[in-house]
């Protein structure tokens, strides 16, 4: 029994040998070739067996230098990214990872505690790397930046009043608040070297360059005085100023039309030159044919009375109807007046215009869903209420054989009256119904025919008026009121 326990021992004791044997030989080896020693790991790579030079490169080439960056913040509240490897910054592990070789070399036998013992060794999982500056290359980067070649000081800067397409009159003042390029380029140099110089042995963090704030903007910002001359131009701006601020938004259905400074810009005054009028106080003279102008451009886009329409008709065809007098016609002395007397007195707001003729809809479709449909081709009378046929009704019109012919045009019913007897040359004629629609000519019942509709108009047809069933007329004329279209085209 003694023997095999001795024996046991002996065995245990050579292997111990053995092994501290091996540990002594593999530290000689790490030593002697300058590599890192088993276990080793940084930044989450596997170093063991690699020299400082070799795992430094891995370490760089795994590191993303683009997503370290610098925001510098301008004078106009805008922040501008600066990705560090785009504006000559470079990184190397070399001297973090020199260190750490030399750690080894300074202590040996300490790799086998980090094995056994990880935690011992947890303050070196992490080395974060060094970083160097060309700052001439930053600079040049820097100085092709197109948010430092903005807004740059220059003494021939000055103050204008200049015409634009969408907001009047605008003022140009290039005078205030104007970039030193150089020195806010100098600046920011400064500021990330200083920052890169400080985070040896450290994790970067993204910074602000502020240079709209306190010391950075005296340094990098500089106000051109106002001579007397700039300030002459900016007391006619404080006068074209106020001019401008008036505004009427024109409503016509669902249209409208703005009055803003695009437009009350042309209603200054100029001379031959072209230059604007001013009074004894800087404030602009108002030409007043101008406004008369405006209103006659209102009138041009938006009256409907004579114009050519499209109307779909009900047979499915889309017809061109002659101007008649049913639309809308602006009062223009009154919207003048109105005009001129608003602009004075500055009292903007939104405006209905005055009309000499109305139609029940404003804008393009001033039609609407409700009207009267004569349709003479095919001697077919349609009453639409709010998009619905009420009435659908043969007619006879307008003898065309004697030239009676019943004209296309679009009108409207302006007169209603019960037992009303139609004259002539020749004639006079009771009817029960009597709706005017264009002088002379209106929608009537005829009890003197049997029959409605087909080709009877062609030869037999009316002195020009509508002729229309009586049970059919007792309908309409209670529903139809004053103002209503009546659309009539063959």
Not at 262 to 271: K, N, R
Request: proline share 3%.
């Amino acid at each position: 029994m003694k023997k095999i326990l001795f024996g046991f021992l002996r065995i245990i004791g050579v292997m111990t040998v053995l092994c501290i044997g091996a540990v002594i030989a593999l530290d000689q080896y790490y030593l002697q070739n300058g590599v890192f020693p088993f276990g080793t790991v940084i930044n989450g790579v596997y170093c063991t067996g690699m020299t400082a030079g070799e795992a430094a490169s891995l370490l760089e080439a795994a590191y993303d230098l683009h997503a370290d960056t610098v925001t510098v913040r301008t004078l106009d509240g805008r922040d501008h990214e600066l990705p560090l490897d785009e504006y000559g910054v470079s990184i190397s592990y070399q001297p973090a990872v020199s260190r750490r070789m030399e750690r080894y070399a300074q202590h040996p036998f300490q790799w086998l505690a980090d094995v056994f013992f990880p935690t011992s060794g947890e303050d070196l999982a992490v080395m974060y790397p060094s970083y160097d500056c060309d700052t001439a290359a930053m600079a040049a980067k820097l100085e092709e930046a197109d948010w430092l070649n903005e807004n740059l000081y220059d003494t021939e800067n000055t103050v204008s009043i200049v015409r634009s397409a969408a907001a009047g009159y605008i003022l140009i003042d290039e005078t205030r608040d104007l970039l030193l390029r150089d020195r806010a380029v100098e600046v920011i140099c400064d500021k990330i070297v200083d920052q890169l110089t400080n985070t040896a042995d450290c994790q970067f963090e993204e910074s602000l360059i502020d240079l709209s704030a306190g010391t950075d903007r005296e340094l990098c910002y500089q106000t051109i005085p106002y001579t007397a001359e700039m300030k002459d131009t900016l007391a006619k701006w404080k006068g074209i100023s106020e001019f401008q601020d008036f505004h009427m938004t024109y409503l016509f259905g669902d249209r409208e039309e703005i009055i803003d400074e695009s437009v009350v810009a042309d209603w200054m005054a100029l001379d031959e030159n072209g230059n604007i009028l001013f009074d004894e106080n800087n404030v602009p003279l108002l030409d007043e044919t101008i406004i008369e102008e405006y209103v006659a451009y209102l009138s041009a886009a938006y009256n409907t009375v004579g114009i050519e329409r499209e109307f779909h008709a009900t047979r499915g065809d889309v017809v061109k109807v002659a101007g008649g007098s049913y639309g809308n016609k602006i009062d223009e002395q009154a919207e003048y007046e109105f005009l001129l007397n608003a602009f004075s007195d500055r009292e903007s707001g939104t405006r209905i215009p005055q009309y000499t003729s109305e139609a029940w809809e404003k804008g393009a479709d001033d039609i609407g869903d409700t009207y009267i449909e004569v349709d003479m081709g095919s001697q077919h009378m349609y009453y639409y209420a709010d998009g619905e046929i009420v009435i659908d009704t043969p007619i006879v019109t307008g003898n065309i054989a004697r030239k009676w012919n019943t004209p296309a045009k679009v009108c409207f019913v302006y007169f209603k009256q019960k037992n009303r007897v139609l004259r002539g040359a020749n004639y006079a004629t009771p009817v029960k119904y009597w709706m005017a629609v264009d002088g002379h000519i209106g929608i009537h019942d005829a009890t003197w025919r049997k029959e409605f509709g087909g080709d009877i108009y062609m030869t037999n047809g009316s002195h020009g008026c509508i002729n229309t069933p009586l049970e059919i007329m007792t309908e309409l004329y209670d529903m139809v009121e004053l103002g209503t279209p009546v659309i009539m085209f063959y």
